[in-house]
T-cell receptor, first 116, second 110 residues
Framework: GAVVSQHPSWVICKSGTSVKIECRSLDFQATTMFWYRQFPKQSLMLMATSNEGSKATYEQGVEKDKFLINHASLTLSTLTVTSAHPEDSSFYIC????????????FGSGTRLTVV | GQSLEQPSEVTAVEGAIVQINCTYQTSGFYGLSWYQQHDGGAPTFPSYNALDGLEETGRFSSFLSRSDSYGYLLLQELQMKDSASYFCAVRGAAGNKLTFGGGTRVLVKP
């Protein structure tokens, strides 16, 4: 089956610093990856859609300059939270869909970000 | 826009059957999915419906009625490990995006 590896699983950073989260599809190629944010006891909110080789498409209300997304290859997308603040503390989850659409949407294990 | 409604919480005992309903409003429809998520974990993929009717995957079944914009997830022979949040999600018209419902927290008691 399809596997998506997401790292790190948790990170604590100081306010004002930047954090990079990686999402890799291990055994399939993903032209499209999705980034979600989830606050405690809430649903997954789509932040952006990442397409290999092109600029990400951000959802309304998501700051492009704060949440930098790079999708340089068919198996890797990264999300960088720049100048992090405590309100950015959340659970960030990536998802990937294989090119053929055989496996549906496969989710990474998530990254718990705490900004202090 | 897209919106999905599902109950916030359901409690049941081991061995029971639970049905989680989901109604949706979408611009375009390419299928209804259900995801299970344990606290702090990733969503996993119990069930998917693109066409009307019932899909069975072990103890989990999912139903879809596109004419009613309605679906449900049926959890049978409940086990303690089924305590989790369950989200319905719709793939709409625009670019393969999934929109999630608010989630239903299922608590299974002994």
């Amino acid at each position: 089956g399809a596997v998506v590896s997401q790292h790190p699983s948790w990170v604590i950073c100081k306010s004002g610093t930047s954090v990079k989260i990686e999402c890799r599809s291990l055994d399939f190629q993903a032209t499209t990856m999705f980034w979600y944010r989830q606050f405690p006891k809430q649903s997954l909110m789509l932040m952006a859609t990442s397409n290999e080789g092109s600029k990400a498409t951000y959802e309304q209300g998501v700051e492009k300059d704060k949440f930098l997304i790079n999708h340089a290859s068919l198996t890797l997308s990264t999300l960088t939270v720049t100048s992090a603040h405590p309100e950015d503390s959340s659970f960030y989850i990536c998802s990937a869909r294989d090119i053929q659409g055989l496996y549906g949407y496969t989710f990474g294990s998530g990254t718990r970000l705490t900004v202090v | 826009g897209q919106s999905l409604e599902q109950p916030s919480e359901v409690t049941a005992v081991e061995g029971a059957i639970v049905q989680i309903n989901c109604t949706y409003q979408t611009s375009g429809f390419y299928g209804l999915s259900w995801y299970q998520q344990h606290d702090g974990g990733a969503p996993t993929f119990p069930s998917y419906n693109a066409l009307d009717g019932l899909e069975e995957t072990g103890r989990f079944s999912s139903f879809l009625s596109r004419s009613d914009s309605y679906g449900y997830l049926l959890l049978q022979e409940l086990q303690m490990k089924d305590s989790a949040s369950y989200f319905c999600a719709v793939r709409g018209a625009a670019g393969n995006k999934l929109t999630f419902g608010g989630g239903t927290r299922v608590l299974v008691k002994p």
